[in-house]
């Protein structure tokens, strides 16, 4: 079944404390995305990677690293965590980079951290 | 920046009845639009899209209409069913030249809620 698979669903986790939420998509797919979703400010692009060893900044970069070493893989790391960084996490898929293209997504991250 | 906005954030409709939801988007230059629904707990699920050289697209109970003149965008739901309660999003669009970020815009959402 094709899938972007996101881990864990849930975490808590205290401020400081270096977390990584893993991404992983199974179609294949050149583009890949991180997105926060808050109330009342909708989903809001964080990283994305246009190919293997290409990433770069979207709209809320700051605080947050990417990493893309393989097709398949696109983990996102907060090396500090802060409280304003509790959200809900959306890893997304696409097989086109450059032109339109259906994006796929995970089932989400819920991330608290205290 | 441009933004997509919607114009009602929460629609009740009976089960059975149709729904049309709307969205404004203000990017005259927006060449791709899609709509996602999304329910609790889960992620955003494509439902349909439509590119800009089109103004109707049609899908499985579902209808998008694309108005460039007003830059208006809406889904419409037939005979609309409980499984239908999710929200929303439209989202937009545009590949900027030389081809970089490939990024949607998505709207705030519509709370669609189907009565029984």
């Known amino acids: 079944e094709a899938q972007v698979t996101q881990n864990p669903r849930y975490l808590i986790t205290v401020t400081g404390k270096k977390l990584t939420v893993t991404c992983s998509q199974n179609?294949?797919?050149?583009?890949m995305s991180w997105y926060r979703q808050d109330p009342g400010l909708g989903l809001r692009q964080i990283y994305y990677s246009m190919n293997v060893e290409v990433t770069d900044k979207g709209d809320v970069p700051e605080g947050y690293k990417v990493s893309r070493k393989e097709k398949r893989n696109f983990p996102l790391i907060l090396e500090s965590p802060s409280p304003n960084q509790t959200s809900l996490y959306f890893c997304?898929?696409?097989?086109?980079?450059?032109?339109?293209?259906?994006?796929?997504f995970g089932s989400g991250t819920q991330l608290s951290v205290l | 920046g441009e933004s997509v906005g919607l114009h009602l954030p929460t629609l009740s409709v009976q089960e059975g009845d149709n729904s049309i939801i709307n969205c404004a988007y203000s990017?005259?230059?927006?060449?791709?639009f899609i709509w996602y629904k999304q329910e609790s707990g889960k992620g955003p699920q494509f439902i349909i899209d439509?590119?800009?050289?089109?103004d109707k697209r049609q899908g499985q109970r579902v209808t998008v209409l694309l108005n460039k003149t007003v830059k208006h965008l809406s889904l419409q739901i037939a005979a609309t069913q409980p499984g239908d309660s999710a929200v929303y999003f439209c989202a937009e669009n545009m590949v900027p030249s030389g081809g970089s970020n490939y990024k949607l815009t998505f709207g705030k959402g519509t709370l669609l809620t189907v009565n029984p």
């Open positions: 179609m294949n797919h050149e583009y």
């Open positions: 439509i590119r800009s050289n089109m």
């Open positions: 997304a898929s696409s097989a086109g980079a450059t032109t339109n293209e259906k994006l796929f």
């Open positions: 990017n005259s230059a927006s060449d791709y």
